[in-house]
T-cell receptor
């Protein structure tokens, strides 16, 4: 079955790097996503990676995918207070067009 | 270019009532999906519409139904509301050719009293 797991909470200091981790179970994943959600808001697409890639970089964001371990990570360089939010990883599989989400990681950035 | 738009943003209903939520996809997108996000949890897939047909459905009862119009906009209907239906309802739009892009709206927050 499909299951996506994330740690609940991460606290970093402003200017440091943040690394948010995610594990998934479905080996037929086609795309893996990172979304950001601020209080009371919808989901903002940060980045996504196709399953045949190992890494994707987009400005301050770096996504690493380890298919063997079914592990996905999001690194935010030079973390700012505006990065404080909940971050969700999600997978899309060959079996359908739905996304399966993790429970979210709350990132707190201290000044 | 407007992104995914949803209405209403907030609404309050009582148990047993019915609700309709609306979604306009991002320009050029032809596929609309609906998700339910309970407080403190990740979104859960309800169903997806393409070419005015329900293409895939998650583990939700028949009280949840939908519709897609020729202009690709969509509605989510929930009948016989329960307290547990209180949640943020999110609409997502994408291309059917599976390029990977999937954008969400700001959601409709439903409170059932």
């Amino acid at each position: 079955g499909e299951d996506v797991e994330q740690s609940l909470f991460l606290s970093v200091r402003e200017g440091d790097s943040s690394v948010i981790n995610c594990t998934y179970t479905d080996s037929s994943s086609t795309y893996l996503y990172w979304y950001k959600q601020e209080p009371g808001a919808g989901l903002q697409l940060l980045t996504y990676i196709f399953s045949n890639m190992d890494m994707k970089q987009d400005q301050r964001l770096t996504v690493l995918l380890n298919k063997k371990d079914k592990h996905l990570s999001l690194r935010i360089a030079d973390t700012q207070t505006g990065d404080s939010a909940i971050y969700f990883c999600a997978e899309k599989t060959h079996a359908g067009n739905m996304l399966t989400f993790g429970g979210g990681t709350r990132l707190m950035v201290k000044p | 270019d407007a992104g995914v738009t949803q209405s209403p943003t907030h609404l309050i209903k009582t148990r047993g009532q019915q609700v309709t939520l609306r979604c306009s996809p991002k320009s050029g997108h032809d596929t609309v999906s609906w998700y339910q996000q309970a407080l403190g949890q990740g979104p859960q897939f309800i169903f997806q519409y393409y070419e005015e047909e329900e293409r895939q459905r998650g583990n939700f009862p028949d009280r949840f139904s939908g519709h897609q119009f020729p202009n690709y906009s969509s509605e989510l209907n929930v009948n016989a509301l329960l307290l547990g239906d209180s949640a943020l309802y999110l609409c997502a739009s994408s291309f059917t050719d599976n390029t990977g892009e999937l954008f969400f709206g700001e959601g409709s927050r439903l409170t059932v009293l």
